[in-house]
Nanobody, 115 residues
Framework: QVQLVESGGGVVQAGGSLRLSCAPSGSIFGIRAMAWYRQAPGKRRELVAA???????NYADSVKGRFTITRDNAKNAVYLQMNSLKPEDTAVYYCNVDTISGRNWGQGTQVTVSS
């Protein structure tokens, strides 16, 4: 499996913004979809945003209108622009790349939103 390298997490006040980035450390082929998930303490990992090939982007209801997922297909990178952050957005965020060979996960990046 290919290692996915994430960056951009940190601590921000409520109402602030962060931009997460994720790119593979090596070559990756047969991408079908790219997505971001998050997992808060004591909770299950949940889908935040997904962008399948040729399909429509979808978002969790809790982030619609605040988060935007984008892709750079030339770099096989995926980004998550997070605006108007809320304390309930605090979680470890994971990028996911779904390929014809299987799913690849990033190591996770912590996002903490203070009130």
């Amino acid at each position: 499996q290919v290692q996915l390298v994430e960056s951009g997490g940190g601590v921000v006040q409520a109402g602030g913004s962060l931009r997460l980035s994720c790119a593979p450390s090596g070559s990756i082929f047969g991408i079908r979809a790219m997505a971001w998930y998050r997992q808060a303490p004591g909770k299950r990992r949940e889908l935040v945003a997904a962008m399948p090939n040729g399909g429509s982007t979808n978002y969790a209801d809790s982030v619609k209108g605040r988060f935007t997922i984008t892709r750079d297909n030339a770099k096989n990178a995926v980004y998550l622009q997070m605006n108007s952050l809320k304390p309930e957005d605090t979680a470890v965020y994971y990028c996911n790349v779904d390929t014809i060979s299987g799913r690849n996960w990033g190591q996770g990046t912590q996002v903490t939103v203070s009130s």
